[in-house]
């Protein structure tokens, strides 16, 4: 299908195929916001709501950014992997069509599962969603660790590249020569560090906040490799989110603990310092990505916050530290000097 063909042509026939709409049954579509890398819809149908996804060759940013398409079918299977572990964790798979390049997942509707990125803009920060993201990340971690037929089958370092590595380390050691060497050292382990299934995309926008605890959506990154990243992706949305809503910087320090001590109590396929240490490392350069790497943060718009987050992960960057709570507190002591 022709990637500017209309909506309806490409998902009516997907989803005839995959058996959830009849020839000449009623299709509305309703586009989803939030996603540079996907076009998402809500499909209403005769027989309910569901939500139908296809992946984009080029990503909707400024800069120049492609990777395969075929990461939907690395998205389908990581959902189905976690809910052999966690199945509150993700929305029920309801269909895939490999001509056009579509599936179609439960629809949760946003009245019952708020985004955790709204609740974060609006305060709405007690703790227990932290925890529970980290204690089910690791939960699903822990389950694929070390499963030879689970890493064949997320043999995908053709995507995760592109989509992760290569834009957020590689084009910010571009941006920042006197940083190359240690951001370039980052992306190297992370790529060859092999361990268990990572979602790849791991962002309070990507989670939603159900009545059973939080829904993971959107892993298109999906990848057998370092479970450290998901940690440390996460982990840097809480530490940015104190530019955001600086009120709240508190609190959100508060989930970010609370995050990575849960996660850490459930890692056990490796020692934990293992693994809090790769984090640890690789979340500085995650850090500066998000103001001069491809994918920027929308929220911080000033020159003067960048340079914030400049001056944090440039100094950790060259003094890594092993141990999480040491990244909070270089940004806490940053935070106390514009306080």
Known sequence: MHPKAPPDAVFRPALERMGLLAPGESLALEPLTGGVSSDIFLARLPRGNVCVKRALSRLRVQADWRAPVERNRYEVAWMRTAAEVAPEAVPAILGEDAQSGCFAMQWLDPDSHPVWKHQLRDGILDGHTAREVGRRLAAIHAHTAGRAAVAEAFDTEHIFVP??????????????????????????????????????DVSPKNILVGPRGPVFLDAECAWYGDPAFDLAFCLNHLLLKCLWRPQ????YLHAYTALFETYLAGATWEPRAAVEARAARLLPGLFLARVDGKSPVEYIQSEADRDKVRRVAGALLQAPADRLGAVRDAWRAEIARWR
């Not at 590595?165 to 920042?176: C, D, G, M, N, Q």
């Not at 709240?248 to 609190?251: A, D, I, L, N, P």
């Open 163 to 200: 989509i992760r590595i290569e834009p957020y380390l590689l084009a910010t050691a571009r941006v920042h020569p006197e940083h190359a060497s240690a951001l370039e050292q980052l992306a190297e382990t992370t790529r060859t560090t092999r361990l268990a299934v990572v979602h790849g």
């Open 248 to 251: 709240w910087w508190v609190q």
